[in-house]
């Protein structure tokens, strides 16, 4: 509340004040809804599935330094070349892949 109260009276200060300082409260006042509704939503949870080859939960993934996409680490594998270099199956980026080092 201390931020919203401080965020409130800089606006009026910027502000002409009057009907705009009005204007400038109520504006952060729906900002600030907003961002409470958004985090009340659900949580995404992230898959480790290869979305290649489709297992769901592999050993070992890796990670494509171009675009940032997963793949499991055989697929990735199988789909570079000697300089393991790789044209990623999602984007299309010419790019080489990292082990990914997961933690449970």
């Given at each position: 509340?201390?931020?919203?109260?401080?965020?409130?009276?800089?606006?009026?200060?910027?502000?002409?004040?009057g009907e705009s300082c009005a204007k400038s409260i109520e504006?952060?006042?729906?900002?600030?809804?907003?961002?409470?509704?958004?985090?009340?939503?659900?949580?995404?949870?992230?898959?480790?599935?290869?979305?290649?080859?489709?297992?769901?939960?592999?050993?070992?993934?890796?990670?494509?330094?171009?675009?940032g996409h997963c793949a499991c680490l055989a697929c990735a594998l199988?789909?570079?070349?000697?300089?393991?270099?790789?044209?990623?199956?999602?984007?299309?980026?010419?790019?080489?892949?990292?082990?990914?080092?997961?933690?449970?």
């Open positions: 509340e201390t931020i919203v109260r401080f965020q409130r009276e800089m606006l009026c200060q910027q502000s002409s004040g504006l952060t006042s729906e900002i600030i809804e907003s961002q409470n509704n958004r985090q009340s939503l659900p949580r995404r949870t992230r898959s480790r599935r290869c979305h290649i080859c489709f297992i769901e939960n592999p050993l070992y993934r890796a990670v494509f330094t171009a675009c199988q789909m570079s070349d000697a300089k393991n270099l790789l044209c990623c199956p999602f984007c299309r980026a010419r790019t080489q892949f990292v082990k990914l080092i997961e933690s449970v």
